[in-house]
């Protein structure tokens, strides 16, 4: 009772919470950071002023916590990847963004799985909780998303090339 982990995704020295371990499927955070992204994602919901923001911590999240190699979590990465893409370098609004990685999973579209990085970059969802205002949380989920994209470098070229696929069909 009362241990910590180290979250597999974001490296975050995080409190275990049991009663979430089964309810994240294929993403690969430990519970208590899912259950602190659970709690993100609800102050930022509660101001229309961050939907943009909301939006991009999916990605940001995501693609930060890839989980194990499958199918499911193959798809998962390179679709967040996709939107971390379009957002920073397309300058895509959320809404756009969501409108394209919904074409990511075309039929007939294959994923390779995509090794992570050993580091997933320096900031995680803690961060972002501890921020205070609406702007802080604004800038705050910018920065991790940058950080997280960052991290993926390895892989930019691959993710951009199909980016500029799904904008194109
Ligand atoms: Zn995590």
Redesign the pocket.
Known sequence: MGGTVI??????D?PDVPELRSDHLYVG??SG??AA?MELTGRLMADPGLLEARLLSVDAYMA??PGVRGRQAGQSVWTHLVGLCLALEFGLSGADSTRAKARVAAPHATFDWLEPPASLGSI??LEILATASPLDHRVAVERWAGSVWTAWAPYAEEVRRRAIGVLER
């Not at 979250?7 to 975050?12: L, R, V």
């Open positions: 979250c597999p995704g974001c490296g975050a995080i955070a430990a950071c899912w992204y930060q916590h995680t969802v």
